[in-house]
């Protein structure tokens, strides 16, 4: 099942996950269920609400492997860069291994705030943690943060 993307242009954040949850749908949208439950308390610590954020994802179904298959990788890599080209966030959040590497390229790294310029936007990035592995491994919840943090400390003055 495809779940589609509700984008707007130029919302305040926008969220690049790598492909739909298991309980996401077309009526409950991206990231919903525990995974959902996280990102919404995320989300209001840094003083952001679900409704104000675009979340979309590299692919739009999730394959039965629950991996992004890799013999799509460029092209859905490719999709993603115009996606976020055209809603043209003012924030970029990428959550895991995924969305960064498709967005900063192999080098990417979490951590530490970057200036996306890519075909005409340019807009502060940062690549973290999913939540999915943050609800697996709940120390590394400290580092998530630390990224949120940097994010909204550095983009908002």
Do not use: Y
């Not at 003083?47 to 979309?56: H, L």
């Not at 996606?83 to 990428?94: E, H, S």
């Amino acid at each position: 099942m495809r779940v589609p993307v509700a984008a707007r242009k130029n919302p305040p954040l926008m969220i690049l996950t790598d492909l739909p949850e298991a309980d996401d749908s077309v009526e409950g949208g991206w990231m919903t269920g525990p995974v959902g439950a996280l990102l919404d308390r995320m989300l209001a610590a840094i003083g952001e609400t679900r409704d104000d954020v675009v979340v979309a994802g590299i692919a739009l179904a999730r394959p039965l492997t629950g991996r992004v298959p890799a013999d799509a990788q460029d092209r859905l890599d490719d999709l993603a860069r115009r996606l976020v080209t055209l809603v043209a966030p003012a924030r970029l959040l990428l959550f895991g291994a995924e969305p960064c590497r498709a967005l900063l390229g192999p080098d990417g790294q979490r951590g530490g705030l970057r200036t996306l310029n890519h075909d005409g936007l340019t807009c502060p990035t940062i690549a973290t943690f999913h939540p999915r592995f943050l609800l697996e491994r709940p120390l590394a919840k400290a580092e998530t943060w630390r990224h949120l943090q940097l994010l909204i400390r550095d983009t908002t003055t």
